[in-house]
């Protein structure tokens, strides 16, 4: 593969790891956030619904400057990250949790929808045979959402792949350690000759979408599959 | 083991206040959809939590509002059959069987699992998902995982319901050896009278969430003051040996010294049998008749007529077979001149006794 060039390779190699860990350390959270949105009926599930869909509407650059604000050298939680040794801003970190922010609707989405797809019934049915409500997810809820589990996490990653105006906004655009695919593509187009890179990156992005398309759209089929046949 | 439930709920559209003692056998809660029957085995499951009241297994409390207890559904050890199965799509017929297995305290053995299977004829299904089952065969698979969890009591919502004749017909002798192996108490809801007749051993029966008798299916069913179907759904039961099978495709059955003559049934001679006589199908008359084409004339005397709102009159005769009912006009009543006390002959035509009414 050595049509791409060193750089390019490096904004490549940077985007999987950002976006891997990204969907990664979200994946947890955005399957109790799904479970508690399509299971549980309390106060603030209308908020919560709204604050997490939040990045899918705001502008990016409203987003990044939002994380900018908190997670920052001077803001509130960015301080106590430095503090522990986990400084975000400017660097990959940081790009990895601005990527797993936007993607995070997208996961969410597809998860809970599966899990509505579940008949509450059947979990129900495990109880009665004596199966905590622990082990009911574990062996019923969890087994049977699976599909959608995937499906979201493929989604995710390809979102996170691209974000790109969050991502600059916040930890901005440091070749080797912020410039993913994204703002590679962008920082090729500002120089005179560096467009031929940058089609070999849109390539790639577009590649990595396709089979995220193809392969989360066979994982839903397959879900509606194994839930329909009950 | 039994069961004791004495419970009052206040659902909107209308208040739950029973209290019932289900001993070991089939105990079957017989009423109208709406009744509240499917709610009681909820209670009773901890799927539903009743505003008042307590519900205790063998003097074992599962609920008691009054005292705070309210056992989870989890640690209730208790065999729910739904009416839709309610299969795990994702696992084979065998892993759906051992479910609870893994939850029971005392692991059900191997040979429990293989006793099972035997007698529910399942075991050519245990690789299978349940995608691929019949409705028949879920039904059964549904009654096995819920009697490999070891429980203490078995609930049935139903569970013939959603089935066509010859499934229902496939199922309701595993009913039966259940009930006549007498390990737990079955709690098994129904808006079937044939299917009551055939496997009760105690009739609840209900009418807008309120007990209105409870007892021997025998007697509850006989009573004409117990009607939760209303009286297109009255019939007795009464029990009857085999005698003979005759050339002619019949059988012939003694209850109370009296021959009954039944289409062939599958028993054979010298079993006990249980018969329901659908009361619209009982035609009565002052003197023996003669010269007529039904062949069962029960002598008897008549121990009480119900009138009800309409044309209709519900008279219940004691004869030597048991107790029968029968549902005239009330102009025959009149007629007649039937009344309490009277001697009478009941008439039961040999072919509307269908083989869904007689049962071992």
Redesign the interface.
Known sequence: MDWLGPAEWEAVRLSLRVAAVAVAASLPLGIFVAYALARWRFPGHGLLNGLVHLPLILPPVVTGYLLLLGFGPQGPVGGVLEAVGLPVAFRWTGAALAAAIMAFPLMVRAIRLSIEAVDPGLERAAATLGASRGWVFLTVTLPLTLPGIIAGAILAFAKAMGEFGATITFVSNIPGETRTVPSAIYAFLQVPGGEDAAVRLVLVSVGVAMAALILSEWLARAAARRVGHS | MSVEIDIQHDFKSFQLDVQISAPPGITALFGRSGSGKTSIINSV???LHPDEGKISIDGTPLFDRAAGVNL?????????V?Q?A?????LTVRQNLT??R???PERAPQAELDRVVEMLGIGHLLSR???ALSGGEKSRVALG??LL?SPRLI?ADEPLAALDEARKAEIIPYFERLRDEARVPILYVSHSPAEVARLATTVVALDAGHVVAQGPAAEVLGDPEVMPLGPRGAGAVIGARVAAHHQDGLSELQAGGVPLFLPRVAATVGTTLRLRIAAQDVLLSRARPEGLSALNILPGRIDSIRHGAGPGAMVALDTPAGRVLARVTQRSVGALGLSEGAECFAIVKTVSIAPDDVSG
């Open positions: 499951a901890g799927l989870p559904v989890h640690h209730r050890r208790l065999g729910y739904f839709d309610r299969l795990f799509p994702h479910f609870g893994w939850f029971a998902r349940p995608g995982r819920a969890s609930l």
